[in-house]
């Protein structure tokens, strides 16, 4: 499923974005490549939902008990990790992923590109204590269906995947949708103005990822070939 239908569209988009380059990003670009990116991310986590169901159908009460244990020590974990960070650590670590992520797609990057992204990172919300309040409301929503085990509990899991979403604060919302935005504006800003050396650096990054598409999907249309005939 994942070869025959969803490669070809993340190949689709990559050859649109390299397209996209030659005159420049626009915001509204790139707003478009980061919904198809979030809907292929759906689409995902909807077929890994039901193996995952389907793998857990015959799971003892034990085996349950051990994957909710395992649910709230993660949630111990990134508060211990993540929730004791003062402000300062957290904007500097939100100010090192976004330049992680800028110098795999375009090398080494300038000093004002560095302090660009410095300045963008700022001014982000901070929502690690956001995200771990979120999922502890699922957890326990997701621990009351588990132990209950009613006979439709598949479903209910389901619909509490599908609405979680749905189900966040305004106050979380409002948070993702502006860091969104503002990390979509540096990326744009950031690409669109890339130095020759840079360009290079990206474009040999999205025929990478055009390749390694490639290499799964071509034995994979060949065997279909081969069986259809």
Request: glycine content about 4%; hydrophobic content about 40%.
């Amino acid at each position: 499923w994942h070869r025959r239908d969803e490669l070809p569209q993340y190949r689709q988009f990559i050859v649109s974005s390299r397209h996209a380059l030659d005159d420049g990003v626009t915001l509204q670009e790139a707003v478009a490549i980061s919904e198809s990116i979030e809907a292929a991310a759906d689409r995902m986590q909807i077929r890994l939902v039901d193996l995952l169901l389907l793998s857990a159908e015959g799971l003892s009460d034990r085996q349950i008990q051990d994957f909710l244990t395992e649910v709230d020590r993660q949630q111990e974990d990134y508060a211990t990790k993540r929730l004791t960070r003062d402000e300062q650590t957290y904007y500097q670590d939100s100010s090192d992923s976004l330049a992680g992520l800028a110098k795999r797609l375009m090398g080494r990057l300038s000093k004002e590109q560095k302090a660009l992204i410095e300045a963008e990172a700022a001014k982000l919300t901070r929502l690690d204590r956001l995200w771990h309040r979120d999922r502890a409301v699922w957890g326990s929503k997701l621990r009351a269906i588990l132990e209950r085990k009613a006979p439709d509990w598949q479903s209910q899991v389901r619909l509490l995947g599908d609405t979680r979403s749905q189900a966040r604060t305004p106050e979380y919302i409002e948070g993702i949708e502006r860091n969104g935005d503002i990390i979509l504006a540096l990326l744009v800003d950031l690409i669109n103005t890339r130095t020759e050396p840079q360009d290079k650096h990206l474009q040999r990054f999205l025929s990478g990822l055009i390749n390694d598409i490639d290499a799964l999907i071509v034995p994979d249309l060949a065997e279909r070939l081969v069986l259809e005939q």
